[in-house]
Each structure stands twice: as structure tokens, then as C-alpha cells.
């Protein structure tokens, strides 16, 4: 077969609902693409871990710091299964964390900001993480099937870290001052974070991701199921939210006006340039160095038993 009959009879593939593994023919470009999408999502794994880490000593008992420890390594070992389904589509792990740490390849624009005290903790766990089930669940009906079997397994991991953060956000609106404030006061910083979590609008005629469906819904899709699954929930608890404020249609619909969303911080982190990229990036150059020697020992053969 030549190369346009084989990309037709793929097309028509994919058209029907059908999946591909990774043995399969597939087009570069859809290698390619899924490649990225999938490193991209295993580094915001990796890279998502650290906000909370530096929230451990923030933890208000031990309950709630051995609860986030569990959560962290949770975030660990998502970033390794994604890692795992990525070198199949033929990149190694080893050049794929190089890029990661070297600045050459991105990771979510959520996990460049800085965290300050135990409410941030709250709006990722709840609304970070509310906003990754929206995506991930859409994205259980890819095309690409090794990556829709580990996200079984994200997802079901994701849906307790989900309840772990609801249970904080609870217990902080529930609570003194001081605490409701520390909600309200994260809640402020990551407002707009979140409204660029989905992205701006998709350009569904460009985009081969959603033409092959790897992506099944777009961006402003996505975008609307967490405004009108979170906000009701978030105004219920006697919270606000700064720029942009959403506001409810006619239909019962929660949106936020388009030109009030102010993309610039986005545009920074896409050039890998968010106010704490430099930082969190180097603190894992570092101790990818500092662990080398574990790597190339466990490299080694196995000694033969004397």
C-alpha cells in the first residue's frame, strides 16, 4: 500500500471510532502529536508534585501531612505509567526528563505559580484536581488506547484526591477566620490559573488531535463543565471570585466574559517563562543529578551470585 492509502485507510480508521496501539501503523504526525501530549501530561505529573511538597511542612496535623505524602507520591507514580506509554511511541524516559529539566519541553501552566500557606493545598487538591477529571475523563474515549488504560487508573486515584481537597476546602469554610481567609486568599491567586487550565479556544480546523481524536471535546468545552460544576459550589460556601467573575446566562449556565480573561501570564508559561518555572525546574535538574549514581547503579548488571 502506498503511504495516501494507508493514511486513508487510518482516517477512516478513526473516523469509525476505532483505537490504535502502539504496534500499529500509524501517520508521523499523529505519533508525533500524541507523543507530546502525552510527555506533557507525564511532566505535569512530575513537576505537580512539588507545590504540595512544599506544603508538607505547612500540614495543620499529622493526619493531614501523611494524607498529602500519600497524595505526592500518587503524583509521582501517574508521571512514571504516563512516561512508560510515551516511550513506546519512541522516545526514551532518559531524553524525555532531560528535556523536562533542561527547560526544552512544558509542563501545565497550573504548577509555574507559587505557593504561600495551607489554602493553596485546598484549591489544588479540589479545583486543580476538579479541573484534570473534567479533561481526563474526556479524554477516556482517545483514540490512542494504551493512553486510555493508565488513565483508568489516574482517574480512580485522581477521584480520591478530589475528595481529599474537598474534605480541606470544607474544613476551612467551615472554620475559624483566619481559615476561611486562607481559601479566599488562594482562591484570589488561582482563579485565573484555572480559567487557563482548558486553554484558550481550540482551533478545531488545526487541530490534528482533535481530528484524529485523541482530544474528543475542545477547550471552551471543557471550560464550561468545570465553571458550571465548581462555581455553584464554590458561591454556596460564601466565597467570590476576582477577574474574571463569572456570571450565569439565561440558560442556567455559569461563564466568564471572554475579554476580561487577561492571557498574558499564559503566554509567559508557554515560553516556559512563569514566575516560579526557573525555580521548581532547577530543584529538579538537582536532584536528578544528585540521584544519577542511583540510576547507573541499578544500570549495571547483575552480579553473579558467588
Same mark, same amino acid.
Given at each position: 500500500?502506498?503511504?495516501?492509502?494507508?493514511?486513508?485507510?487510518?482516517?477512516?480508521?478513526?473516523?469509525?471510532?476505532?483505537?490504535?496501539?502502539?504496534?500499529?501503523?500509524?501517520?508521523?504526525?499523529?505519533?508525533?502529536?500524541?507523543?507530546?501530549?502525552?510527555?506533557?501530561?507525564?511532566?505535569?505529573?512530575?513537576?505537580?508534585?512539588?507545590?504540595?511538597?512544599?506544603?508538607?511542612?505547612?500540614?495543620?496535623?499529622?493526619?493531614?501531612?501523611?494524607?498529602?505524602?500519600?497524595?505526592?507520591?500518587?503524583?509521582?507514580?501517574?508521571?512514571?505509567?504516563?512516561?512508560?506509554?510515551?516511550?513506546?511511541?519512541?522516545?526514551?524516559?532518559?531524553?524525555?526528563?532531560?528535556?523536562?529539566?533542561?527547560?526544552?519541553?512544558?509542563?501545565?501552566?497550573?504548577?509555574?505559580?507559587?505557593?504561600?500557606?495551607?489554602?493553596?493545598?485546598?484549591?489544588?487538591?479540589?479545583?486543580?484536581?476538579?479541573?484534570?477529571?473534567?479533561?481526563?475523563?474526556?479524554?477516556?474515549?482517545?483514540?490512542?488506547?494504551?493512553?486510555?488504560?493508565?488513565?483508568?487508573?489516574?482517574?480512580?486515584?485522581?477521584?480520591?484526591?478530589?475528595?481529599?481537597?474537598? =474534605?480541606?476546602? @470544607?474544613?476551612?469554610?467551615?472554620? $475559624?477566620?483566619?481559615?476561611?481567609?486562607?481559601? +479566599? #486568599?488562594? /482562591?484570589? *491567586?488561582?482563579?485565573?490559573?484555572?480559567?487557563?487550565?482548558?486553554?484558550?479556544?481550540?482551533?478545531?480546523?488545526? =487541530?490534528?488531535? @482533535?481530528?484524529?481524536?485523541?482530544? $474528543?471535546?475542545?477547550?471552551?468545552?471543557?471550560? +464550561? #463543565?468545570? /465553571?458550571? *460544576?465548581?462555581?455553584?459550589?464554590?458561591?454556596?460556601?460564601?466565597?467570590?471570585?476576582?477577574?474574571?467573575?463569572?456570571?450565569?446566562?439565561?440558560?442556567?449556565?455559569?461563564?466568564?466574559?471572554?475579554?476580561?480573561?487577561?492571557?498574558?501570564?499564559?503566554?509567559?508559561?508557554?515560553?516556559?517563562?512563569?514566575?516560579?518555572?526557573?525555580?521548581?525546574?532547577?530543584?529538579?535538574?538537582?536532584?536528578?543529578?544528585?540521584?544519577?549514581?542511583?540510576?547507573?547503579?541499578?544500570?549495571?548488571?547483575?552480579?553473579?551470585?558467588?
Amino acid at each position: 500500500m502506498t503511504y495516501e492509502e494507508k493514511l486513508a485507510q487510518f482516517s477512516e480508521h478513526i473516523a469509525s471510532g476505532g483505537k490504535v496501539e502502539a504496534e500499529d501503523w500509524m501517520p508521523d504526525d499523529f505519533r508525533r502529536g500524541v507523543l507530546k501530549f502525552i510527555e506533557m501530561h507525564a511532566n505535569s505529573e512530575i513537576m505537580g508534585a512539588l507545590p504540595e511538597r512544599e506544603c508538607l511542612p505547612k500540614a495543620p496535623t499529622l493526619r493531614r501531612k501523611m494524607s498529602l505524602a500519600a497524595k505526592i507520591q500518587d503524583e509521582v507514580g501517574h508521571a512514571q505509567l504516563l512516561y512508560r506509554v510515551a516511550e513506546d511511541l519512541g522516545k526514551s524516559r532518559e531524553a524525555m526528563y532531560s528535556d523536562l529539566v533542561n527547560g526544552k519541553s512544558k509542563f501545565h501552566n497550573v504548577f509555574h505559580y507559587p505557593v504561600a500557606h495551607w489554602g493553596d493545598v485546598a484549591i489544588i487538591g479540589w479545583l486543580v484536581d476538579g479541573a484534570a477529571l473534567v479533561t481526563q475523563a474526556a479524554l477516556l474515549e482517545s483514540s490512542y488506547a494504551p493512553y486510555t488504560r493508565v488513565l483508568k487508573r489516574i482517574c480512580s486515584e485522581e477521584q480520591l484526591h478530589l475528595r481529599h481537597g474537598e =474534605d480541606i476546602s @470544607l474544613e476551612l469554610a467551615s472554620g $475559624t477566620e483566619r481559615q476561611r481567609w486562607m481559601f +479566599q #486568599e488562594a /482562591l484570589n *491567586r488561582w482563579w485565573l490559573a484555572l480559567i487557563h487550565f482548558f486553554g484558550p479556544k481550540s482551533k478545531v480546523a488545526k =487541530d490534528l488531535l @482533535l481530528k484524529w481524536k485523541v482530544k $474528543t471535546r475542545t477547550n471552551e468545552d471543557l471550560r +464550561q #463543565e468545570f /465553571l458550571d *460544576r465548581y462555581v455553584p459550589k464554590i458561591l454556596e460556601l460564601g466565597y467570590s471570585f476576582p477577574t474574571p467573575v463569572p456570571y450565569q446566562d439565561d440558560d442556567g449556565h455559569w461563564r466568564v466574559v471572554e475579554s476580561d480573561i487577561d492571557w498574558a501570564p499564559l503566554d509567559a508559561i508557554k515560553r516556559n517563562d512563569g514566575s516560579e518555572t526557573a525555580r521548581r525546574l532547577g530543584w529538579r535538574r538537582r536532584m536528578y543529578d544528585d540521584h544519577r549514581w542511583v540510576r547507573e547503579a541499578m544500570s549495571e548488571p547483575a552480579l553473579h551470585a558467588a
